[in-house]
């Protein structure tokens, strides 16, 4: 993936635990790599070493990695230029979901060779939504959950997620079904 993703985690294990704990993680990982660059392309198993290696050290499922990454991600982009590009795909969470393909068209047109996810949501009655998530690569659903709570907190929507559907081989996907309510402002 994208040095871009492997940049986030590392900022997010700086971040909250430190740099000893990244020393630790970046050895676990077995990753000679100091830093990445956000444009240049990286092979998919640095980014699972990384997730097994937080993970193992932090002595958490790594599913619950993935869906932290994901709610950071959506703070960490606009620390990186492309706040623009996500407020621009909606005045809120509903919008942005329905526009998912085509944000990812236009980071395309920075990331020559990305492979993006492609998303397909469906409104089925006022805040409820159910979302298709299809990718090439194996294990991100967690990821799609945190994303999800982020806009969420983004957008100030109090939001409920659960995975409806899990991808079990090629031409399946991942569903899930979204609440979101906006947060009461008392
Ligand atoms: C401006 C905001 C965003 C930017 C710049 C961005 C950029 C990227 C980049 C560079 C990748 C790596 C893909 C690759 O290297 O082939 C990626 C992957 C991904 N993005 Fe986004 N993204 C943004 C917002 C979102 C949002 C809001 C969601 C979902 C709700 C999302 C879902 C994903 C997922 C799940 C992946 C993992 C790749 C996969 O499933 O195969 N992204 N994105």
């Given at each position: 993936?994208?040095?871009?993703?492997?940049?986030?985690?590392?900022?997010?294990?700086h971040t909250?635990?430190?740099?000893?704990?990244?020393e630790r993680i970046?050895?676990?990982?077995?990753l000679e790599e100091e830093l990445f660059i956000s444009l240049d392309a990286y092979?998919?198993?640095?980014t699972y070493a990384l997730?097994?290696?937080t993970s193992e050290e932090l002595g958490l499922p790594a599913e619950q990695v993935l869906e932290t990454f994901g709610e950071y991600w959506v703070e960490y982009v606009g620390t990186?230029?492309?706040?623009e590009l996500l407020r621009g795909a909606g005045n809120n969470v509903q919008e942005v979901l329905?526009?998912?393909?085509?944000?990812h068209t236009r980071v395309g047109l920075s990331f020559a060779h990305l492979r993006p996810p492609s998303f397909h949501c469906t409104v089925l009655g006022p805040g409820e939504l159910r979302l298709r998530y299809t990718s090439t690569r194996q294990g991100l659903a967690p990821m799609v959950v945190g994303l999800l709570k982020g806009l969420g907190r983004m957008f100030h929507t109090e939001l409920h997620v659960v995975q409806t559907r899990h991808k079990e081989g090629a031409g399946t996907a991942d569903e899930f079904l979204i609440?979101?309510?906006?947060a009461s402002s008392s």
């Open positions: 993936m994208y040095g871009i993703v492997n940049k986030a985690i590392v900022e997010l294990i909250r635990f430190g740099e000893d704990t990244w970046r050895g676990r990982a077995g092979p998919d198993e640095y997730v097994r290696a990186q230029g492309y706040g329905l526009n998912l393909d085509n944000l609440r979101l309510q906006p």
